[in-house]
C-alpha cells in the first residue's frame, strides 16, 4: 500500500514568516502526482498545488511552493510570508497512475500574530 | 456556484437505519471519489468512478456500502444497517484529470 508521511502533527509559525510543512512518500510507480490540500475548521479540503513526478522545477502557487526531491521521495510544501489565514490542517497526497489521491494523516499550522 | 455540491451537509441516524449521501460534481468532470475522514485523520479513499463506471473500490467499503453514478453524473453513496463506527465525515471529490476537487463533505453521526 501507498504511504503517505507527514512527521509534524502541529507546527507554529509567526505572522509574516515563512514555513515548510514536511511530507515524504513510499512509492514504486514511475509515474505519480503529489498534492497539498488545506482544510481549515470549516472542513473543506482546498486544493493548493500539484506536483507531478516527472516536472524538472518545482511548482509554485502564489505563496506556495513545493519543494520536490525525487531521489528523496520528499515533497514539502513551503508557504511564504504566512497569514493568520493560512492557519488551518495540511494534508499531503500522492495519486498514482489513476491519480486517486491517497493522503497523510496531516500537519495542523498556527499562525501567530 | 460550481463547486462540487453535497447533500445533505449533516445527518443524524439511529444505529441500524439506512443512510444515502447525494454528490454532484462539478459538470464535465469525468472521475469521482468517495472519502471517509475520522477526527485526526486525512481523508481515507473509499471508491472511485470514472464516467458511470466504478473502477475501484477499497477494502474499507463493505458489503453494507454501495455507491452508484447512474448516468455518469451525480453519485449517491448508500450506507445499510449502519453502525456507530460509520460516524464520520463524508467527502465527495471530482476531477478533470489530475488534481481533485472536493465538496463541503457530510457529517454523518450514529446514535
Known amino acids: 500500500a501507498q504511504k503517505i508521511t507527514q512527521t509534524q502533527p502541529g507546527m507554529f509559525v509567526q505572522e509574516k514568516e515563512a514555513v515548510t510543512l514536511d511530507c515524504t512518500y513510499d512509492t514504486s510507480d514511475q509515474s505519480y502526482g503529489l498534492f497539498w490540500y488545506k482544510q481549515p475548521s470549516s472542513g473543506e479540503m482546498i486544493f493548493l498545488i500539484y506536483q507531478g513526478s516527472y516536472d524538472e522545477q518545482n511548482a509554485t502557487e502564489g505563496r506556495y511552493s513545493l519543494n520536490f526531491q525525487k531521489a528523496r521521495k520528499s515533497a514539502n510544501l513551503v508557504i511564504s510570508a504566512s497569514q493568520l489565514g493560512d492557519s488551518a490542517m495540511y494534508f499531503c497526497a500522492k495519486g498514482g497512475g489513476s491519480y486517486i489521491p491517497t493522503f497523510g494523516r496531516g500537519t495542523s499550522l498556527i499562525v501567530h500574530p | 456556484d460550481t463547486g462540487v455540491s453535497q447533500n445533505p451537509r449533516h445527518k443524524i441516524t439511529k444505529r441500524g437505519q439506512n443512510v444515502t449521501f447525494r454528490c454532484d460534481p462539478i459538470s464535465e468532470h469525468n472521475r469521482l471519489y468517495w472519502y471517509r475522514q475520522t477526527l485526526g485523520q486525512g481523508p481515507e479513499f473509499l471508491t472511485y468512478?470514472?464516467?458511470?463506471?466504478?473502477?475501484?473500490k477499497s477494502r474499507l467499503l463493505s458489503d453494507r456500502f454501495s455507491a452508484e453514478r447512474p448516468k455518469g453524473s451525480f453519485s449517491t453513496l448508500e450506507i445499510q444497517r449502519t453502525e456507530q463506527g460509520d460516524s464520520a465525515m463524508y467527502l465527495c471529490a471530482s476531477s478533470p484529470a489530475v488534481e481533485a476537487f472536493f465538496g463541503q463533505g457530510t457529517r454523518l453521526t450514529v446514535v
Open positions: 468512478f470514472q464516467n458511470e463506471a466504478q473502477l475501484e
